[in-house]
């Protein structure tokens, strides 16, 4: 049975997929989110409501920021 082969080297950056699904980046490179409450029980929600949920919007916290870049490194707008 053949070994495993113990390379030498620096290790690939994986992405991390539902960070890579919730966050965007804008041409400009603002970090933007989507909102939740948009998979069930939605239909005693007002149509208003259910419009306000499809946008995205700016994330503002430093920290957020920070660890969104780190998780999801190849990000593209």
């Known amino acids: 049975m053949p070994r495993k082969s113990t390379r030498e080297g620096k290790y690939k950056m994986k992405t ?13 490179g603002v970090l933007v989110r989507t909102k939740g409450g948009k998979s069930h029980l939605r239909r005693n929600t007002a149509e208003r409501t259910k419009r306000q949920l499809a946008k995205m919007i700016p994330v503002k916290g430093r920290g957020i920021i920070k660890r969104v870049k780190r998780l999801n490194p190849n990000m593209e707008a």
């Open 16 to 28: 991390h997929k539902a960070t890579s699904k919730r966050f965007g980046l804008t041409g400009s």
